[in-house]
T-cell receptor
């Protein structure tokens, strides 16, 4: 079946603009995660949903970052008033909830100029 | 503070030989460990995992070993094949604490030479 999909794959935005990144998890997966990955590093946890409930947002760097999953499927990560330091690969993952493996999407490469 | 560390940024191995990738962790609450493989322009792909109640898990050419007292895990690939060339990440989680988030190492780039 289809894996995790993310859109857009690439996003270039000017400093100060808001961006919305979308994640479509594997069908039926109840858990959804957002990570951020800097060049040469592993993914770093941002936030996690179980169905539509945001269970953990401890990794969100500041209040410019928010995420939602209103119907327990597709999720949107929003970054307001983007800054150059927000430039990174943003990855989404999902899991079934019955096992612990998380399955990653291809990521959105965000560049803030 | 880097809770999961992969101290070798790169590793080069001859085809057919054994590849050993290492990972160390500091958080004693971690009780579930995973290895991911990543090709360029793709997301990380789950490879193999191990729970802290085990010290070894094997899946085909891939074996993960866990040494809890040393807070160390390793991934063995035998025999290594050219298609194994990728970046490998280890990750850990504290499942018993209800924590679903994975904490990743920095990755090791494995190159298999023909």
């Amino acid at each position: 079946g289809a894996g995790v999909s993310q859109s857009p794959r690439y996003k270039v935005t000017k400093r100060g603009q808001d961006v919305a990144l979308r994640c479509d998890p594997i069908s039926g997966h109840v858990s959804l995660y957002w990570y951020r990955q800097a060049l040469g590093q592993g993914p770093e946890f941002l936030t996690y949903f179980n169905y539509e409930a945001q269970q953990d947002k401890s990794g969100l760097p500041n209040d410019r970052f928010s995420a939602e999953r209103p119907e327990g499927s597709i999720s949107t990560l929003t970054i307001q008033r983007t800054e150059q330091r927000d430039s990174a690969m943003y990855r989404c993952a999902s899991s079934s909830g019955t096992d612990y493996e998380q399955y990653f999407g291809p990521g959105t490469r965000l560049t803030v100029t | 503070d880097q809770q999961v560390k992969q101290n070798s940024p790169s590793l080069s191995v001859q085809e057919g030989r054994i590849s050993i990738l290492n990972c160390d962790y500091t958080n004693s609450m971690f009780d579930y460990f995973l290895w991911y493989k990543k090709y360029p322009a793709e997301g990380p792909t789950f490879l193999i995992s191990i729970s802290s109640i085990k010290d070894k898990n094997e899946d085909g050419r891939f074996t993960v070993f866990l040494n809890k007292s040393a807070k160390h895990l390793s991934l063995h690939i035998v025999p290594s094949q050219p298609g194994d060339s990728a970046v490998y990440f280890c990750a850990a989680s504290a499942m018993s604490e209800g924590a679903q988030k994975l904490v990743f190492g920095q990755g090791t780039r494995l190159t298999i030479n023909p």
